[in-house]
């Protein structure tokens, strides 16, 4: 079944959770529309985990098109979240307008998502206003590291839980269908979950969001530059892939790749033809 903004809202109404991955690419969409994941998020993660920054902040919007319209060209039920990159929509509402129209023509995103609470509402009621659906990001906003100073959990005292309140309420009277809240104390965001109408999507955020997003290389094992305490490993994809390239690198240098079957043949008589 398509995955729509309908489709999420209901199952909000429904308690049924809602499964996103982060993907970057045409191959690994397909495996994951094969395995009937909801959503899609092309995250700006791809700076981390496909370009090899330190952060997300020299993330482009050529990047994020890229990727975004290789992962669309995979999927046909998943619905398709894409990221606004760093300073594509905090400089004006007519930037975040623009770029967020880039994401959808370009990028053949379903959604797009922009980190930030309060002083982001102008623009996500402009993008929402522009037709085009919107996913809210709050709590540890990995765009904001230097301002935070680091990754840090968000939301632990009574002024910094009341501020993510007020932050989740403006932006779903922004307009936002979605919210994803990153390292929030997981009662706060139960808290905020059943005060929205909205699905929340949880990362580092406990149990009881509408639903769970985590990086792919994360939960398969393969990117092990850094383990966040939120990560379950599902499987060691990274160790799989290593064994294999050592048995590439073996057979190859043991002349048992490529073997008979692997080759192509011509008629000897052409050959004896070419001394
Ligand atoms: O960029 C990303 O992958 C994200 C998720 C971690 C929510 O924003």
């Given at each position: 079944m398509k995955n729509t903004v309908n489709t999420l809202l209901q199952q909000k109404k429904e308690g049924k959770k809602i499964t996103m991955l982060t993907c970057y690419d045409y191959s690994t969409a397909k495996l994951m529309e094969e395995a009937g994941v909801n959503t899609i998020l092309v995250g700006d993660s791809l700076g981390n985990t496909?370009?090899?920054?330190?952060?997300?902040?020299?993330?482009t919007m050529e990047d994020m098109i890229h990727h975004c319209a290789a992962v669309s060209r995979g999927i046909h039920d998943i619905f398709l979240v894409c990221d606004m990159p760093f300073m594509s929509y905090q400089t004006s509402v007519y930037d975040a307008v623009v770029n967020a129209g880039r994401l959808m023509k370009e990028?053949?995103?379903?959604m797009v998502k922009l980190e930030g609470g309060v002083e982001v509402a102008p623009q996500i009621e402009a993008i929402v206003k522009a037709s085009i659906p919107v996913c809210a990001h709050i709590g540890?906003?990995?765009?904001s590291i230097n301002a935070f100073g680091g990754f840090k959990v968000q939301g632990k005292t009574e002024a910094a839980a009341k501020k993510l309140i007020a932050d989740a309420q403006a932006v779903q009277a922004a307009g936002a269908t979605m919210v994803v809240l990153e390292g929030v104390p997981a009662k706060l965001a139960a808290k905020i979950t059943e005060m929205l109408d909205i699905p929340t999507i949880g990362i580092g955020a406990?149990?009881?969001?509408d639903g769970q997003v985590l990086v792919y290389q994360d939960m398969l094992g393969m990117f092990t530059d850094y383990v966040p305490k939120?990560?379950?490993?599902?499987?060691s994809v990274g160790e799989i892939m290593k064994n294999a390239f050592k048995d590439y690198i073996e057979s190859v240098q043991n002349g048992s790749f490529p073997a008979e079957e692997h080759t192509y043949k011509i008629d000897d008589d052409i050959i004896e033809k070419l001394y």
């Open positions: 496909i370009l090899g920054y330190e952060d997300t902040i020299q993330v990028g053949h995103a379903n540890l906003t990995p765009q406990g149990a009881e969001c939120f990560v379950r490993q599902f499987s």
